[in-house]
């Protein structure tokens, strides 16, 4: 005969300290690896400063 488990008593399963240590070693691993992306962006990134390379629109002409 099966045991009767009342409704606000049943559970899925235990919590455990695993499930924490999971969850806390991806989250870990996620700034892990946006640290990377964020240190290769800044070294891929173009200079700031003004270039010979950079091309300027004409000036316009103004008719009065």
Same mark, same amino acid.
């Given at each position: ?8 008593? @049943? ?7 695993? %499930?924490? *240590? ?7 691993? @996620?700034?892990? %690896?946006?640290? *990377? %992306? ?14 010979? @390379? ?7 002409? *103004? *008719?009065?």
């Amino acid at each position: 005969m099966p045991k009767t488990i009342p409704t606000d008593k @049943a559970r899925q399963g235990r919590r455990g300290r695993n %499930v924490l *240590l999971i969850l806390l070693g991806g989250l870990l691993l @996620a700034f892990i %690896v946006w640290a *990377l %992306v964020e240190i290769y962006g800044r070294t891929i990134e173009p200079p700031q400063g003004r270039t010979s @390379a950079m091309i300027e629109p004409p000036p316009t002409l *103004l *008719l009065t």
